[in-house]
């Protein structure tokens, strides 16, 4: 059924969904067997899904499709580089991991695990002086030339501002000190024109198919460079080497033990098809919505705009259309609530798994009402947004 529900939480997972994606889910579902294991046409039709799913992503992303393992999302993707690393005995006891002071917990989780089992040093990069920027880049220069890490992990946007990084300023500075970058692409990919092949340092690449790329939930990959290795974090079967006990060495087998989300990737496959016709319609689309935001934002000065500038800039720093927001004597938590029960709006309130963020931008204890448009909203629904918090803030008035 037809959701009526006004959805302002594309950041989270975006929605709805092309159709071409809900119709390429079922109908592999109806028709796919399991790929690799046999020669029937169910299993080879589904091989077939499975080898141009990582074609079609290799090709919109500018990386080789023979690099890339599908994975059960960004979050596995990460925990597959940082623990693998472990286990290939290339990051130990005393080594240094340096990142960003806007990690999401999917980076700042799996890192604080290996600080406390395996004694590896933690290091943030500042902001920019003016918090809009993700990395202050002669901080991060210094913290590169003095920790001199063995790995370096940066979010390719900020799930709670929308602040994208300056991946050329990263990849010029790993490059330059020969770090290993991984990327946490969850937030921005398919979102930001990404040629990727233009960014020599990058080794890993981790993102998720639900956010920008528009695909289903479930289904993430990561792109691992010639040259960079890492231990599996869990065997199995492959389809492939079924002779020997030990994993397969070369890729994506390597990292893909178990039976294929082939419906998934047929998802992905549909919603990068589309990105393919509509993505420049879609980022201009999000523009326009976004400055629309906040000309409207302006109207209300009862709102507070966390981490972004209050108007869209031609330069500098480039931004999603992602805006955290708080309301003076009033949670965000409580006016995310209102928004929901009262007015069928959805939104997301609190940390928003990012507690690194909100510490730089001084607002853990109460968090941030976040706002996170998408190609689907309309000036209309925004207008009806605005009209909710304005009623919201006189009822807590009165």
Known sequence: MESTVLYFDNAATSFPK????????????????????????????????????????????????????????????????LN??????????????????????????????????????????????????????????????????????????????????????????????????????????GALDLNLANYPALSFFAASAHKGLLGPAGLGFL??????????????????????????????????????????????????????????????????LSTYFLQKLATMPQLKLHGRPPLIESGGTKFLPTFSLSMKALGADIIADHLDQKYNMAVRPGLHCAVSAHQILGTVSGGLLRVSLGFANSEIEIDSLFQALAEIAREQIS
């Open 18 to 81: 092309p159709e071409a994606v809900y119709l390429a889910c079922d109908q592999a579902l109806r028709s796919l067997g399991n790929p690799g294991r046999g020669a029937h046409r169910l299993a080879l039709n589904a091989a077939r899904v499975m080898f141009e799913g990582r074609e079609s992503l290799g090709n919109f992303l500018s990386l080789p499709p023979e690099r890339l393992a599908f994975t059960a999302g960004c979050t596995a993707a990460i925990n597959l580089v």
């Open 84 to 189: 693998g690393l472990v286990g290939a005995a290339r990051l130990g006891r005393g080594d240094t991991v340096i990142c960003s002071s806007f990690e999401h917990n999917a980076v700042m989780r799996p890192l604080q695990w290996l600080s406390d089992h395996h004694g590896i040093k933690i290091v943030k990069i500042a902001p920019a002086p003016s918090h809009y920027g993700l990395i202050d880049e002669a901080d991060f220069e210094a913290v590169l030339s003095r920790e001199k890490p063995k790995l370096c992990v940066l979010s390719l946007a900020s799930n709670v501002t929308g602040a994208a990084l300056d991946l050329e300023l990263a990849d010029r500075l790993c490059g330059k000190y020969k770090v290993p970058l991984l990327i946490d692409g969850a937030q921005g990919t």
């Open 223 to 288: 792109y691992v460079a010639e040259g960079q290795s890492l231990d599996p974090l869990y065997c199995g079967g492959t389809g492939s080497r079924s002779e020997s006990l030990e994993m397969p060495e070369y890729m994506p087998d390597r990292l893909e033990p178990g039976t294929a989300p082939v419906h998934l990737v047929a998802g992905l496959s549909a919603a990068i098809d589309h990105l393919e016709r509509e993505g420049a319609a879609i980022v201009e689309r999000e523009r326009v």
